[in-house]
């Protein structure tokens, strides 16, 4: 058991753990809300590390990240447990999951660089639970990875503490942040979290470190898909972050305990894009459905189809460097900015599929 980092202990002799802004406060023997930090013996502890649920090399469209090393493989994987209770979790077999129920592998930060590089990925991915809760994982992987030529990804809720996040995102080098929706109420009645917090860490995370960000927002019907909303998160996002942060708007299916709601017609998320796009947002994305327009990077100079995808596959790649052959300069990181050996990698990865 690794002890955990983010924690204090109250003057009653519980732990409180400052680690997201749930801040429990575990007594002897108890774990908190996320399962996998733990109170034994006066001291917490970080059951999730070098506890993985299992691995997948994905298309890095699929974290969804488009505009960081796109057509490029990567390492995802994540462990058991939350932090935040989704009633859609449509990974919730493992964030619902305590570290037994999970079938835990044992992987240390050294394996898990190893295999990434072993599968000729260009990063690896902390994904599918929130990474948050198992932080020091985060940050032994990441530093190790860094040093050895891979890049790290968060796919996060961005439900963190301002205490914490600077030490977790430090080797970080691009986070998908969910911002599930942009009501109180849905996070409140839905998440059993708040959204304030996601809204600062978004804003540190543009504003205030170097760390590549591009926004989900799942589109529930009838829940988080109000038209009026769309707007409102899309002006939040042009006055708070700029309109160079890119945008997905994806499709809910049923899952965990929200079986009642249709699946997210396709018309709804062309409707956000447009939404978007008229707000000034300039890279606009839908996801979970097939939709080639809405998956393609266009030039907001001369509107060429730059990066043309269909789902998760990159058809063509047009960009130049960083730049539209017209001049005009797109936001991210692009394979052509790595070193060759890199560019080769990722690339070969594609022609694997
Ligand atoms: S990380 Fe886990 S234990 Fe810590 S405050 Fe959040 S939910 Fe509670």
Known sequence: MKEALWWHKEEDGRILCTLCPRYCRMGEGQAGFCYIRKNVAGKLYSLGYGRPT??????????????????????????????????????????????????????SPEEVVDLALRHKVSSIAYTYNDPVIWGEYVIDISRLARKRGLKS???????????????????????????????????????FSHLDPVLDTLKWLKNETDIWVEITNLMIPGENDDPEETRRLCEWVVAHLGDSVPVHFTAFHPDFKMMDKPRTPASTLKRARQIA??????????????????????????????????????????????????????????????????????WSFLRMQ
């Not at 999970?102 to 992987?107: E, I, K």
């Not at 600077?166 to 839905?190: C, P, Q, S």
Request: aromatic content about 12%; overall charge positive.
């Open 54 to 107: 299992g691995f997948a090399i994905d298309p890095i469209e699929k974290k969804p990240l488009n505009h960081f090393l796109p057509g490029t493989g990567i390492l995802s994987f994540g462990t058991a447990g939350c932090n935040l209770g989704c009633r859609f979790c449509q990974n919730w077999s493992i964030s619902k999951a305590k570290l037994d129920d999970a079938q835990s592998l044992s992987a």
């Open 277 to 346: 796009l008229s707000l000034g947002i300039k890279y606009c994305y839908v996801g979970n459905v097939f939709d080639e327009e809405g998956q393609t990077t266009f030039c907001p100079n001369c509107r060429r189809a730059l990066i043309r995808r269909s789902w998760h596959d990159t058809l063509e790649y047009h960009l130049v460097g960083d730049r539209c052959p017209c001049g005009e300069k797109i936001p991210g990181y692009f394979p052509s900015a790595l070193a060759p050996s890199e560019r080769q990698r990722g």
């Open 153 to 191: 990804v968060m796919v996060t809720a961005g439900y963190i503490t301002r205490e914490a996040r600077a030490e977790v995102y430090r080797y970080i080098d691009a986070a998908n942040v969910d911002l599930k929706a942009f009501t109180e109420k849905f996070y409140h009645k839905l998440t």
